[in-house]
């Protein structure tokens, strides 16, 4: 069975600047996707950034950015310009490729990011 | 585009009553949505997966009879607490898989938040 380890519960970054957020996975698939979630206060997930394991190259979202090592299935987010409203915690999540009715995500425990003035 | 709601966004009920919280995709057709609870300061704990139009899949441990869930059409999934306790209280958030599409993201609604006296 997949796992999603978030190794993190919490973090802290200086406004305006970079915070890297670890996430790692086990699993015995070659495809599949990465998600990286955001939960601020108000508790509407919102995602951030997707991955697909097949592209090598990293997603790039504005200021967020993942570094995808599949090798070491590792799954990183980068969040540079640290802005106030990133203040939130952070989910890593897993999800196989080939679902067919099986879309389910794998969830991290995540990681809550402070984000100080 | 890729909207989720959910209503009610809190509701307080007494124990012994039902409570339904309904799940729309208000810009996108949904064949799958899930079903999720989520306790303070916690991941998300997967209760069930909605398919439109055939019965749910209920994750190990989640009673069948005590979290209904209808999916009757492409775009409202339903999840009814029968007969709540004070246990069942807890913060509710469904999502939704835009189909078809490559991407198969899980777009979430803004979550509901329970509380069984």
């Known amino acids: 069975a997949q796992t999603v380890t978030q190794s993190q519960p919490e973090m802290s970054v200086q406004e305006a600047e970079t915070v890297t957020l670890s996430c790692t996975y086990d699993?015995?698939?070659?495809?599949?996707?990465l998600f990286w979630y955001k939960q601020p206060p108000s508790r509407q997930m919102i995602l951030v950034i997707r991955?697909?394991?097949?592209k090598q190259q990293n997603a790039t979202e504005n200021r967020f950015s993942v570094n995808f090592q599949k090798a070491a299935k590792s799954f990183s987010l980068k969040i540079s310009d640290s802005q106030l409203g990133d203040a939130a915690m952070y989910f890593c999540?897993?999800?196989?490729?080939?679902?067919?009715?099986?879309?389910?995500?794998?969830w991290g425990l995540g990681t809550s990011l402070a984000v100080n003035p | 585009g890729a909207v989720v709601s959910q209503h009610p966004s809190w509701v307080i009920c007494k124990s012994g009553t039902s409570v339904k919280i309904e799940c729309r995709s208000l810009?996108?057709?949904?064949?799958?949505m899930f079903w999720y609870r989520q306790f303070p300061k916690q991941s998300l704990m997967l209760m069930a997966t909605?398919?439109?139009?055939?019965?749910?899949?209920?994750e190990q441990g989640v009673e069948k009879d005590k979290f209904l869930i209808n999916h009757a059409s492409l775009t409202l999934s339903t999840l009814t607490v029968t007969s709540a306790h004070p246990e069942d209280s807890s913060f509710y958030i469904c999502?939704?898989?835009?189909?078809?599409?490559?991407?198969?993201?899980?777009?979430f609604g803004p979550g509901t938040r329970l509380t069984v006296l």
């Open positions: 999502s939704a898989c835009r189909l078809p599409t490559a991407t198969d993201t899980q777009y």
């Open positions: 810009d996108f057709q949904a064949t799958t």
């Open positions: 909605s398919n439109e139009g055939s019965k749910a899949t209920y």
């Open positions: 699993t015995s698939e070659s495809d599949y996707y």
């Open positions: 991955q697909e394991a097949y």
């Open positions: 999540a897993y999800r196989t490729l080939n679902a067919g009715n099986n879309r389910k995500l794998i």
